[in-house]
Each structure stands twice: as structure tokens, then as C-alpha cells.
């Protein structure tokens, strides 16, 4: 069986690591998930209306213990057509990395901030650069799907130094040494993707989803968030039978692209914090 790895032996990673201190991410999910609460981690795509900040701030008020803000990119390979939409419509109202990271530092929230984008845009901004722009605007980490383990170390190196958590993301298709290797690199949480497919909301949760929980919980101590194709309350509550918690995205950015707005969107993240509460 797999050993549950510490914080100690967490940097023989070939991609890095070095001894960066825990986040704030990492800490509040934590101190939550010791305190026997499970952790509910909502998406929302940046830009994506006028009143966007206010959508973050409904969201974290309802009780979400961090929050995952999309910065859209034209070819998002892991996202389905909810958020494909949602980042077409930001895109055309003239959506920015740059302008949505400068909203985030006017929103004043009590709960950590990541973002998640993709690799062009980190790269294009420039490693140390667009770390240096999430701290000072208050973002505690980030999210690059696009970015596998074997070719993290130089965006990671450039967060870590900043302060910025990288948090990783496994597959069920990811080998079990593979595994490992990617808990010892991620900060804050680690994700893990429940199915095999892009995001999206599925009728039923796929079976993959909890044996994802289960086999990372298995390998470390660091928060474990199961996401993609978890969609409702009942199935968020079921995953998290194995897993800390849950990233919810695309049924809540459905919400926002039928119009719905900051109420809508509290409403349903309180109906997903009663799933995983009862």
C-alpha cells in the first residue's frame, strides 16, 4: 500500500518543490477539514458579467471555504461547453488576465482566492510577473491545467518564491508513482479530476470520482478536492464520502449564463453546502 505523505518528505519531486511554507489555501482547508467540515471550493468564470465581483462575494458569503475564478483562454481544452460559453462571452466583453486579476484585489472576501487559466496566458505574462500580479492582488494560487508535472518546475519555482500556491491536478488515468509525485508538488490542494472527460455537469457521478478520493487519500495529507462532472448536492455529498470536498463549476456558471446573478448563485452554493454538511 502506499505510504500517506508528509509535509516533511515532500520535496524529491523532479519538478521542484523546496520547502515553500503552507499557503493560505492550504491552511484554511486545513484547519477546516480538521475541524471536521468538508470543503466546498465553487468556479466562476471572471469577466463574465458586469457585476462579476459581485458574484464572488455572494458565493463566498454563502459558504464556499475558497473560491476558483476563471480567467478565459480561447482554447480551454479541459472545459466542456458551459464554460467554453461562459469564456466566450468574457472574451467578448473584452475580458483580460491582466483586468480580471485587478478586479479580484477590490474583492473583499474572507476566504482564499485562486485562479485558474492556462499555460499561454501564464506564459505569455511571464512566470515571476503574473505571480508577482496574484499576490499583489491578493489571489492565493493558482490553477494550470495545461501544465503537467513534468514541466511545472519553472512556473512553479517562480509561485512558490512569490508565494503563490500551485495546486495540481490527477487524473484517473495517472499511475500511482505518478500520483505521489504529483501530491508532493501540489499546493494548497490537490484536485483530482473525477472522470475522464472535460468539465461539465453529468446526471450521475461517475464511479471514477469517489475511487479518485480514495486513491489519493491514500497518498498524502493535503487536502483532496474532487472535481469535474460533480453537479448537484447529492452528488456532492456522495463524493465526499471519500474525498475533503468538491470543486463545483459548470452548474454554477449555467446559472450565471441564464441570467441568474449574485442571489441565484448563493442560493445554490447554500444548497451545496447543505449537501455536504448533512
Not at 50 to 70: F, I, Q, S, T
Not at 216 to 227: C, E, S
Not at 237 to 259: F, I, Q, W
Request: charged letters at 25%.
Amino acid at each position: 500500500m502506499s505510504r500517506v505523505l508528509s509535509d516533511a518528505a515532500d520535496e524529491t519531486s523532479p519538478s521542484g518543490g523546496g520547502n515553500a511554507p503552507v499557503g493560505s489555501l492550504e491552511a484554511t482547508l486545513r484547519a477546516a477539514r480538521d475541524e471536521g467540515r468538508k470543503l466546498l471550493v465553487p468556479y466562476v468564470t471572471g469577466a463574465l458579467t458586469p457585476h462579476w465581483c459581485d458574484v464572488v462575494r455572494a458565493v463566498a458569503a454563502a459558504g464556499a471555504d475558497g473560491l476558483e475564478v476563471g480567467i478565459p483562454f480561447s482554447d480551454p481544452i479541459m472545459d466542456g461547453p458551459t464554460i467554453q460559453e461562459a469564456s466566450a462571452r468574457a472574451l467578448a466583453r473584452g475580458a483580460t488576465p491582466a483586468g480580471i486579476v485587478s478586479e479580484l484585489s477590490g474583492v473583499d472576501v474572507e476566504i482564499p482566492l485562486a485562479v485558474m487559466t492556462y499555460y499561454n496566458l501564464v506564459f505569455r505574462s511571464g512566470h515571476r510577473r503574473f505571480a508577482r500580479r496574484l499576490v499583489e492582488s491578493g489571489v492565493a494560487a493558482a490553477i494550470v491545467p495545461d501544465l503537467p508535472l513534468d514541466e511545472v518546475g519553472e512556473w512553479a519555482r517562480a509561485a512558490d518564491d512569490a508565494g503563490v500556491e500551485t495546486v495540481m491536478l490527477a487524473a484517473p488515468t495517472t499511475a500511482d508513482d505518478q500520483l505521489e509525485a504529483i501530491c508532493r508538488r501540489a499546493r494548497g490542494f490537490v484536485y483530482g479530476v473525477g472522470l475522464l472527460g472535460v468539465t461539465g455537469e453529468r446526471d450521475e457521478l461517475a464511479t471514477s470520482a469517489r475511487r479518485m478520493a480514495r486513491r489519493l487519500k491514500a497518498v498524502t495529507d493535503k487536502p483532496v478536492l474532487i472535481g469535474v462532472g460533480v453537479s448537484t448536492p447529492d452528488q456532492a455529498r456522495d463524493v465526499c464520502e471519500d474525498a475533503d470536498g468538491v470543486v463545483v463549476g459548470s452548474a454554477l456558471v449555467r446559472r450565471l449564463l441564464e441570467g441568474g446573478g449574485p442571489d441565484e448563485a448563493a442560493a445554490f452554493v447554500g444548497e451545496l453546502r447543505a449537501g455536504i454538511d448533512a
